[in-house]
């Protein structure tokens, strides 16, 4: 039986128990036979065998770990287990200042009479008692009817007609708010458009999944200028995150393809493509100058050295993660190191977030986070090197390769020290692939290289939106119609945001 084709748990939880006393077999039988070797071979070998036992227990138990564990963001908050958790407080009514209301006065049905005089109430001007309950209306399709007036000179002579709304394809029956619904219930909501067609059917329009295909390839076609112009905006600024994610483009075979992201503190610039190399991460990054906040891929090194203006800043909690992997084979050591890690993190979690902020305020942000860097992050950061410099791990363990790790990607990791615009991880551009993950496991990939393309489109501009503090259908509604006003023009979100009243004091 092939483990692929095993669905039912207990049957896995059964396989992996006759797999453990497998291993643990083979494991007993090789040391045995490790010991009887040693004595043919001398030291040397007797200590080269025993680093390969190390690393296969090491590799068994990791296996074991990521199939039927808990993610190392998950074990860091739970602790060691003995801490207790403090009960979470109980929620009241929410706020919804975004929904609308709906007065609705119920009424007495006939007189009603005192239960001690026996005469009938009066109504009680002005007074109620009120209660709030938040229902649902049911999303409605119409057929909106367009009579576009005709008027004629009285030689008859000229006959015009009066214009109409915009139209999403000329001639096209779908409007341009019901494609834009179209693409965000796909590429935000992750449903895929033939779940969206059976939806519309259960509420009245009959539609399949090809025409919902062409409503949104129609859309994309007409923000493709701003997609292309979101690029150039992005790469402008000082500091980027970048990261890629595998994405599935389904003719068959079936293709294992990338989605790239690079993103700034306000926007987001999705490409895909049938490959991982340094080529395609330089379609977007070539000629860059600035820092760009990566993990240990190798493809970014290769763009830092061809480009020299290009900064590599490395990702803290990449290098936390290989330590979190090795601690439950070096407790002790590794203990060390992640409070060194958490140490980092806690100073960070004191300051003021720069990007929330703007003007003076997050000039006065960025001169706090230099100093206290400086100051104190510093110091933690030469504690963990003198902390890595005194290990003594076997080769190909799990401590001394997240050692080599961090040392690898060294001069990177200290470049937060020097320039306060950098963060400590590449947190942020993971946040801006999960949508497109979330997505990939709806509806499974593209299904064509144009699905890649549009795909990749959506999720820049939907991301954008949303970094921008903007509602995403909003923003693509808007986007479409100027294109379609102004064909080649592109329109960023940033311009929907919501002006602070003149009286508020700017950040």
Request: glycine content about 6%.
């Amino acid at each position: 039986m092939r483990i692929d084709d095993i669905d039912d748990l207990a049957m896995a939880r059964q396989v992996m128990r006759l797999l453990e006393q497998e291993n643990t077999r083979l494991l007993t039988k090789l040391t045995e036979l490790t010991d009887r070797l040693s004595k043919l071979l001398g030291s040397d070998g007797a200590t080269q065998l025993a680093i390969e036992i190390v690393k296969l227990q090491e590799e068994k138990a990791l296996l074991e770990k990521r199939l039927f564990g808990r993610s190392s963001e998950k074990e860091s908050q739970a602790g060691d287990g003995k801490k207790k958790r403090e009960p979470k407080p109980g929620h009241g009514p929410r706020e919804q200042p975004e929904l609308p209301i709906d007065e609705r006065i119920h009424d007495f049905d006939g007189a009603v009479s005192c239960d001690l005089c026996g005469a009938n109430v009066e109504l009680w001007d002005g007074q109620f008692e009120e209660a709030e309950e938040i229902t649902v209306i049911q999303r409605r399709f119409v057929i909106t009817q367009h009579k576009r007036r005709k008027a004629r000179c009285g030689c008859y002579a000229t006959v015009v007609t009066a214009p109409g709304p915009p139209k999403l394809i000329p001639g096209g029956r779908y409007s341009i708010e019901f494609a834009v619904d179209v693409a965000v219930s796909k590429y935000l909501d992750h449903l895929p458009l033939h779940r969206q067609a059976r939806i519309m059917e259960r509420e009245g329009l009959v539609i399949d999944s090809h025409t919902l295909w062409d409503q949104i390839e129609a859309l994309a076609k007409h923000l493709q200028p701003t997609y292309d112009a979101l690029r150039g905006y992005v790469v402008g600024k000082p500091l980027v995150h970048a990261d890629e994610t595998p994405w599935y483009l389904l003719e068959k075979p079936v293709k294992k393809w990338y989605v790239w992201c690079v993103t700034a503190e306000d926007a987001a610039y999705f490409w895909i493509r049938g490959s991982r190399s340094a080529a395609v991460g330089k379609e977007v990054l070539d000629g860059y100058c600035g820092v760009v906040v990566v993990d240990g891929y190798k493809a970014y090194d290769t763009l830092a050295r061809e480009n020299k203006k290009l900064t590599l800043a490395y990702c803290w909690a990449h290098v936390r993660r290989k330590f979190v992997e090795a601690e439950m084979f070096y407790p002790v050591e590794c203990k060390v190191v992640l409070d060194l890690i958490g140490e980092l993190y806690a100073l960070e979690k004191q300051l003021p977030n720069p990007i929330l902020l703007k003007g003076d305020r997050r000039r006065e942000a960025l001169e706090l986070r230099a100093q206290v860097r400086k100051d104190r992050s510093l110091v933690v950061v030469e504690k963990i090197y003198q902390w890595a410099t005194t290990q003594n791990a076997l080769p190909q363990s799990a401590l001394r390769k997240a050692i080599d790790y961090m040392f690898g990607l060294w001069g990177g990791l200290q470049v937060f020290l020097t320039n306060p615009l950098v963060p400590l991880d590449n947190n942020a551009v993971e946040r801006e692939l999960r949508g497109p993950v979330v997505g990939r496991k709806n509806h499974y990939g593209s299904r064509s290289v144009r699905g890649t393309e549009v795909s990749a489109l959506f999720y820049s501009l939907i991301e954008t939106a949303k970094l921008a503090g903007v509602d995403p259908k909003a923003y693509l509604i808007y986007a479409t119609k100027k294109s379609i006003d102004s064909p080649g023009a592109s329109a960023f979100p940033h311009v929907l945001r919501p002006k602070p009243p003149a009286s508020a004091t700017p950040n």
